[in-house]
């Protein structure tokens, strides 16, 4: 087993965020500071904000990227973090957070199980999935591109089409199909999230 450390790969830190409707604009500048403060860490590869459509329940999503587990594990272990987030509890009403560990997370938005850990979608599920995204985003990327990649070394040409069908499995292909197959993917998650309504 790889031990995580300097050499490790890059790691994503997903944080789910519900913000109270009334405080949004001291969390999104609160947002602005905290993205500021871990730009000064060592390994800080980006971060993105996905913010809410519906203004009733004010769930943001922050993609968090450093270039190994020992650099985000820093950040998340300094003090300056640990001083952003006290500073967020009286805008915060909910907070979930994930690393990603095997991949999944980047394309899947996993539930999380009773013990607290994310629970994924049935391997022959993943599989059919990747077909169904995958295979349409080939034919789209082959129309679109092919007049622009006429000419180009096969490599060069290769390179740009994954990074084309990469780009939009993460965002919006993947989030949005698990979210309306929910229900297929992680029926356990369904029966529970029915349960609790009752």
């Not at 999503?61 to 270039?67: L, P, R, T």
């Not at 591109?145 to 040409?157: E, K, M, R, T, V």
């Not at 390179?159 to 992680?186: E, G, N, Q, R």
Request: hydrophobic content about 40%; charged content about 20%; glycine content about 4%.
């Amino acid at each position: 087993m790889q031990k995580l450390g300097q050499h490790s790969d890059p790691i994503t830190l997903v944080i789910s965020e519900v913000v109270e409707p009334h405080l949004i604009e001291e969390y999104e500048t609160w947002t602005k500071g905290i993205n500021q403060s871990a730009q000064q860490f060592e390994g800080f590869m980006g971060v993105e904000v996905i913010r809410p459509r519906d203004h009733q329940y004010p769930e943001y999503v922050v993609i968090v990227k450093f270039d190994n587990y020992a650099h985000c594990k820093n950040w998340l272990a300094s003090p300056v973090y640990q001083q952003w987030m006290q500073r967020s509890e009286e805008f915060i009403s909910k907070r979930s957070q994930q690393h990603q560990q095997n991949g999944l997370e980047l394309w899947f938005t996993l539930p999380k199980s009773k013990s607290g850990n994310p629970t994924e979608p049935a391997y022959y599920k993943q599989v059919i999935i990747g077909v169904i995204t995958v295979y349409p985003l080939i034919l789209l990327s082959n129309l679109l591109l092919a007049p622009f990649l006429q000419g180009l070394p096969p490599l060069l040409s290769l390179l740009i089409s994954v990074t084309f069908i990469s780009a939009l499995l993460s965002y919006p292909v993947m989030p949005f199909l698990t979210k309306i197959l929910a229900f297929w993917l992680y029926p356990s998650s369904q029966k529970r999230a029915r349960k609790k309504r009752k």
